[in-house]
């Protein structure tokens, strides 16, 4: 009967102790799962506007060296014949405004400069040679340019940073032929007749077609690098005279179809900040 009381006595005193503690403990709460960060999506750019500059060096040529004569008591020598034609490089600094429309499609209108470039052409006849054999006709200049073009370009999608792209684009270009000397040749070697002209300017018909590779720096500036052919017209030269003597074979020629293969390097810089996501506040904790 002790033990049974004994036993007894202590489980309603172990009973006891348990609800003593388990009143001291605070409530139980509902199960909440950990907080968890969400992240809003970068705001949209409303506006792709971006500025460029360009340098580079053009390789240029024309097709053909043609006259149209401005004095017809002159007989022009009907073996007259374009033996030599050249047109030195050039250097090129431009620059203009564009738009990104999105990541494949963008739009640009750009001016540029191109140094003046020294040109020769030398025909060759037998007419009037003393002697006979060959007699040469040699006339050179200077040629210079300011180009205006609209342009549409192609991104075909980026890797590692890099850009691929195509484009074209139409304009005009502000050609200028100065310092043109004309100078005859005898077949003896000795100088004959000696022409000059004024300087002349005129506007052409202008486009382009072109390719490139731009490295993305970051989203605000872009370096690219761009073979591009142009086509510059076929520019006129002044009327070639000499102190008005009767007999003197007056002219004006054409750099037939000049053209030029350009290799450039330009530099975009976009025209607005550099968009960051930013993170939402975490949730507040529902207390049960």
């Not at 460029?52 to 004569?69: E, L, Y």
């Not at 040749?185 to 004024?198: C, E, K, M, P, V």
């Not at 005279?241 to 293969?261: E, I, M, V």
Request: charge should be negative.
């Amino acid at each position: 009967m002790v033990s049974v009381k004994f036993f007894a006595s202590a489980a309603a005193v172990g009973l006891l102790s348990t609800a003593a503690l388990a009143a001291d403990l605070p409530p139980p709460q509902m199960y909440q799962p950990p907080p968890q960060i969400a992240y809003q999506p970068a705001p949209v750019v409303s506006s792709g506007w971006y500025l460029r500059g360009d340098v580079g060096v053009g390789i240029q040529s024309f097709s053909d060296f043609p006259h149209s004569q401005t004095n017809s008591a002159f007989v022009w020598p009907a073996s007259w014949t374009i033996v030599q034609k050249d047109l030195q490089d050039t250097a090129i600094f431009g620059g203009g405004i564009g738009y990104e429309l999105n990541n494949w499609l963008r739009f640009d209108v750009t001016g540029e400069y191109r140094t003046k470039a020294m040109f020769k052409a030398t025909g060759r006849f037998v007419e009037f040679c003393a002697g006979g054999g060959n007699c040469f006709d040699v006339t050179e200049g200077n040629f210079s340019s300011a180009v205006f073009m609209a342009n549409a370009y192609l991104d075909l999608g980026t890797w590692w940073c890099l850009t691929p792209y195509v484009g074209a684009g139409v304009g005009s270009a502000y050609n200028r032929i100065t310092g043109v000397q004309d100078n005859g040749i005898n077949s003896d070697g000795t100088a004959g007749f000696g022409l000059t002209s004024a300087d002349s300017a005129n506007w052409n018909l202008a486009w382009n077609a072109q390719a490139g590779l731009t490295y993305n720096v970051n989203n605000n500036f872009k370096v690219d690098f761009s073979a591009r052919y142009l086509h510059l017209g076929s520019p006129e030269t002044a009327t070639v005279f000499c102190q008005n003597t009767p007999s003197c074979p007056g002219a004006f020629y054409n750099l037939n179809n000049t053209n030029s293969w350009d290799f450039r390097i330009g530099l975009r810089w976009m025209l607005q900040p550099d968009m960051v996501p930013m993170m939402a506040p975490p949730p507040l904790m529902s207390r049960g």
